[in-house]
């Protein structure tokens, strides 16, 4: 396309956008929610309160980018303007298109982050497969790639509980990951990871293949009503391992939660099991195990409504959560998601956490059925 072709075309994206998204909806409804936050009974209920306030944050999230992208057209039109007379050069005229272009795609892409539940946090689970010291170390290294992944996007990890694995690596792995849109991007995750290399671990230097299972569900808050049945609900102590201090094996700081869930829907009953060693406080660690335990409710009524929904969009594409999902194959330098067939042979970064395009691409094919 030409400069001005380009010019027009982004235009007509922001545009979309603004329909799309429905600005002048979210900005009339953030007025009125501000004002109502200025009563002088609104802290009477300090839940409601910080419900109300939550939601206004959600909204202005949506108007502020928008705003941006705005902001950045309006200055590449009269950047064009300048181009036409003369008064800019293309260079100049290139960086303020390439500069608009790359906040629509941001915009664009987050758009399809629109389920209640895609502005959580994230926890994320590893649990290393068959293989002994083979899949430790891979669940380990998985471990990894989610913690640059989070530092490269400026999230918080915190690591609810871990089980080292025998030898090497780790058997099990529990983080919290904290920033905007957390679960809505590593949702994708979910699912078998397999890794095919040349193993440290043996010494006859055969090619081994191990695989590991992550789970990804939203972190919920206290402004999310999950009922938890307390008489269904029981607790453990134990004391926390680690490397060493004053607390380890001394103090039972450790705690485990067993609910017995019963599926509302199905009748079915099962034990939820929550271990949580994230500090040395036991009440905080109760309060974090409870945490997860809401989270792990909402994810089961969230998958609920998405099968429901799954039933009346028959024409629907299925997605098996519980299938493989991605190969990592060393030896041939390549990672390869088997759900959109997007693959890159830059295995060590994606190792380093740039997994940022296999987000995309799961997003751009799957994000609008969820």
């Known amino acids: 396309m030409t400069i001005a072709e380009t010019i027009k075309d982004l235009a007509a994206r922001k545009e979309a956008l603004r329909k799309f998204l429905d600005i002048e909806r979210l900005q009339q409804e953030i007025a009125d929610e501000e004002k109502a936050t200025e009563a002088a009974d609104f802290w009477n209920d300090p839940k409601e309160a910080q419900k109300v306030l939550k939601n206004i944050k959600s909204k202005k999230t949506w ?43 941001e915009l664009e892409f987050k758009n399809m982050l629109r389920n209640e539940s895609d502005s959580f946090d994230a926890v994320l689970s590893i649990n290393a497969g068959a293989g002994g010291v083979e899949a430790q170390d891979w669940a380990e290294m998985l471990m990894r790639m989610y913690i640059r992944y989070a530092e490269r996007n400026n999230y918080k990890v915190v690591i609810s509980n871990s089980l080292d694995g025998e030898g090497a690596g780790i058997k099990s792995v529990t983080m919290q990951i904290e920033g905007e849109f957390a679960y809505g991007y590593l949702k994708s995750e979910t699912g078998v990871h397999r890794l095919v290399r040349v193993s440290p671990f043996n010494a006859q230097g055969k090619r081994m293949t191990s695989f590991a299972s992550v789970s990804v569900t939203p972190l919920v808050d206290d402004s999310i009503e999950v009922v938890v049945d307390q008489s269904r609900l029981s607790w453990d102590t134990f004391r926390s391992g680690g490397a060493g201090g004053q607390n380890v094996n001394k103090v039972e700081s450790g705690v485990r939660l067993r609910y017995q869930y019963k599926d509302p829907y199905t009748g079915e009953e099962e034990e939820i099991l929550i271990e949580n060693t994230e500090t040395r406080d036991q009440p905080k660690n109760k309060e974090n195990a409870l945490r997860l335990l809401r989270s792990q ?32 194959v060393m030896d041939d330098r390549r990672v390869k998601d088997h759900r959109t067939n997007y693959q890159t042979g830059d295995v060590t970064g994606v190792m380093d956490g740039k997994i940022d395009n296999f987000i995309k691409a799961y997003l751009m094919e799957f994000g609008g059925e969820n």
Request: proline share 0%; hydrophobic share 35%; with cysteine.
């Open 63 to 105: 108007t502020t980018a928008f705003a941006t992208v705005s902001g950045s057209c309006d200055d590449m039109q009269v950047m064009g303007e300048f181009f036409e007379a003369g008064d800019a050069t293309e260079e100049e005229m290139m960086q303020q298109i390439e500069a608009t272009t790359k906040l629509v795609e």
């Open 297 to 328: 409710l909402y994810d089961r009524e969230l998958k609920h409504r998405m099968e429901e929904q799954a039933k009346i969009k028959a024409s629907q594409k299925k997605i098996e959560w519980g299938s493989q999902i991605r190969s990592y």
